[in-house]
């Protein structure tokens, strides 16, 4: 896609108001484009963005009117930037919370647009309640840790129930460096792949209509090899388990960072062989994020 291109979907997207105004942005350029999930359904796929009912610095997204109203027009779900995060589900022990993404999700029922997921375990341990993380698991710490793991996912689940069709069940499992697993107080104690296929099992159970995801950042260049070999082998080993695993979900983060090298990219060859082994594992794929940082 040429930078034309790009600037067409921004004006298709309704961004045009956000770019400096010349003769190729007019006022009404906008108008005389189909909303973008009109243009994706064509090719059967489905355009959504997320939403954030605060985003710091940034303000509210969902509480800007003229946001929302770019989001109904262009969208055909959504997905809360944080608020089914299991920080902001239950911040303390037994403590639910779901205002925030209840007002959102209703709005966007409102207005026709599919509900995704996003998350009901993140691995990384920073992303974890610190109460998780500092909780005394007693005696029997796997039967604590499953006990925890359990009530979490099932009380999510059961609150959000069909209004979610596809989740992210298990987010950023594997560390990019190394290829292996990412350490946490839950598979510390009820093993790597057993805690993640654990909680796949108990969203089958409590959202038994939805369709189940791992999530992950894995990028095509070079030095992006380890990540996607161990992410390869995970869902390997979840395959082998008769883990209920539908989709992965592909972030598809674009830019310039410090553990990115620009021009280490081991080419579309490689990363058509990786999405090659997933699908050849009866998965479907899924750009769950997109962004370019330029």
């Known amino acids: ?29 906008a108008s005389s484009l189909e909303r973008l999930d009109a243009q994706a359904r064509k090719k059967g796929l489905r355009v959504g963005n997320a939403m954030g009912y605060n985003s710091g610095t940034r303000g509210s997204p969902f509480r800007d009117a003229g946001y929302r109203a770019l989001m109904a027009r262009e969208c055909g779900l959504i997905v809360a930037e ?25 709005w966007a029922k409102k207005e026709g647009m599919r509900i995704r997921g ?12 610190k109460w998780v993380n500092e909780h005394d698991f007693g005696a029997n710490p796997k039967a604590e840790a499953e006990r925890i793991l359990t009530a979490h996912v099932k009380t999510v689940c059961q609150h959000f129930g069909k209004d979610i069709y596809s989740w992210d069940v298990v987010n ?18 009820l093993g790597k792949v057993e805690q993640i296929d654990l909680t796949f099992r108990l969203a089958k159970e409590h959202a038994p209509h939805a369709q ?3 999530n992950d950042y894995m990028r095509w260049d070079a030095r992006s090899a380890r990540h996607r070999a161990g992410v ?16 992965l979900g592909i972030q598809g983060h674009i830019g310039f960072w410090d553990d990115n090298e620009p021009n280490g990219s081991a080419g579309p060859g490689e990363w ?7 699908t050849g594992m009866g998965l479907e794929l899924l750009i769950t994020e997109f962004d370019v940082s330029d």
Request: glycine content about 8%; proline content about 7%; overall charge positive.
């Open 172 to 189: 950023e499992a594997i560390d990019p460096a190394t290829g292996e697993h990412r350490r946490n107080v839950l598979n510390d104690r």
């Open 82 to 106: 944080n608020e089914c995060k299991w920080q902001a589900t239950q911040p303390r022990p037994g403590e639910f919370r779901f205002e925030r993404a209840d007002e959102m999700f209703a």
């Open 1 to 29: 896609m040429n930078r034309r291109d790009v600037n067409r979907m921004l004006l298709g997207a309704g961004i045009g108001s956000l770019l400096p105004m010349g003769p190729a942005f007019g006022a009404g350029a």
């Open 272 to 278: 058509r062989r990786f999405l090659d082994e997933v």
């Open 118 to 129: 996003h998350t009901l375990v993140w691995q990384t341990p920073k992303w974890l309640p």
């Open 232 to 247: 390869l082998k995970l869902l390997q080993d979840l395959k082998k388990r008769g883990t209920p695993l539908d989709a």
């Open 212 to 214: 189940l995801v791992y």
